[in-house]
C-alpha cells in the first residue's frame, strides 16, 4: 500500500445528516440483558469507535446492526429506513457491509472467488440464468468480476488473487474480508476487532487503511476494537459500553479523559 499517507490524528469531523441512529435497543438472553438502552447515531462519513471489555455488548450491537439479532426492544434507523424488519441476506443491498472478529471466508475458494462473493448482493443473478450462461447474466458476471479486482488492487491483493486463502497469513486473510466487503460497496462499514491477530506494524498499516477508505470512498465506518491506541487514533467519536450501557460518548479526547471509562475500560494497566 505504497500511496497510503502516513496515519495523523484526524481533524473534527464536519458535521453531517445522521446516517445510522440506534434508539433505547435492549436485548436480552433469558435473564440476562446484553444491551440496556444503548442509543447513539453516526453521522455520514464519520468513523465512529465502540469500545468496552468483553462483555460490555459490542458485538450483540453489532449482529442486531447486520440482523443476526433482533432487538427486544428499541429501533435502528438506517438512511432514513428501519432495518429491523430485513432479514439478514438483505443488509449488504441495503448499504451495510461487515467484517468478522474471527475471520469468516471460505478457505478453498481463491482470493477472488471470495471477494467477488460479496459482490452478488449487487446482483441479479440466479441459478439457472446462469447454469444456461444467458447475456445478461455472463454481462453481471463480467461487472462482478471487474468490482472484484477492482477491491484487489485496492488492498494490494493482486498477488495472492488465484490462491486459496486457507494458506495465507492471518493479516493478508484479514485483507481479503476487508476487499470482500468493499466489493458490496457499502455506505457503512461495521468493522468487528479488525486489528485482532495482527503484529503492531499490522495495526499501523490498519490504521491508515481504515482513514484512506473513508477518504477515496466516502464510506461511513463503525469500528469495534479493543485496541484502544488504534481506535483512539483513527475515529473521530468515540461510543463506550460497560454492562451493555452506554456510559460516555465524545471525541477521542474526551473519552481518554473520562473517570467512568478510565475506570471500566482501562483501568490501573491500560487494558
Known amino acids: 500500500m505504497g500511496t497510503v499517507q502516513p496515519l495523523k490524528r484526524p481533524a473534527a469531523a464536519a458535521p453531517g445528516r445522521t446516517l445510522l441512529e440506534v434508539r433505547d435497543v435492549v436485548v436480552r438472553f433469558g435473564g440476562i440483558v446484553a444491551l440496556d438502552k444503548v442509543s447513539f447515531e453516526i453521522r455520514e462519513h464519520e468513523v465512529l469507535g465502540l469500545i468496552g471489555p468483553n462483555g460490555a455488548g ?50 478453498t475458494l481463491t482470493v477472488l472467488q471470495n471477494v467477488m462473493i460479496g459482490g452478488h448482493t449487487r446482483t441479479r443473478g ?74 503492531h506494524e499490522e495495526v499501523d498499516e490498519l490504521g491508515r487503511l481504515i482513514r484512506q477508505i473513508r477518504a477515496d470512498r466516502g464510506v461511513t465506518v463503525l469500528l469495534v476494537e479493543h485496541h484502544m491506541s488504534l481506535v483512539m487514533a483513527v475515529s473521530d467519536r468515540v461510543v463506550a459500553l460497560d454492562f451493555g450501557r452506554k456510559i460516555a460518548q465524545g471525541t477521542p479526547a474526551e473519552i481518554q479523559r473520562n473517570e467512568d471509562v478510565i475506570r471500566a475500560y482501562l483501568g490501573t494497566e491500560g487494558r
Open 126 to 199: 440466479d441459478f439457472f440464468s446462469d447454469a444456461l450462461g444467458l447475456p445478461w447474466s455472463r454481462r453481471a458476471n463480467r461487472a462482478l468480476e471487474d468490482a472484484a479486482w477492482e477491491a484487489i488492487d485496492y488492498l494490494d491483493l493482486q498477488a495472492v488473487a488465484h490462491l486459496p486463502v486457507a494458506g495465507l497469513p492471518f493479516g493478508t486473510q484479514k485483507r481479503v474480508e476487508l476487499a470482500r466487503a468493499l466489493t458490496s460497496r457499502p455506505r457503512l462499514l461495521l468493522l468487528d476487532e479488525p486489528a485482532g491477530g495482527l503484529n
Open 58 to 107: 459490542k458485538t450483540t450491537m453489532f449482529n442486531c446492526l447486520s440482523r443476526l439479532y433482533t432487538p427486544n426492544e428499541g429501533r435502528i434507523v438506517f438512511d432514513g429506513q428501519p432495518i429491523l424488519q430485513r432479514s439478514p441476506h438483505r443488509m449488504a443491498e441495503a448499504g451495510i457491509g461487515r467484517t468478522f472478529q474471527n475471520v469468516a471466508l471460505f478457505r
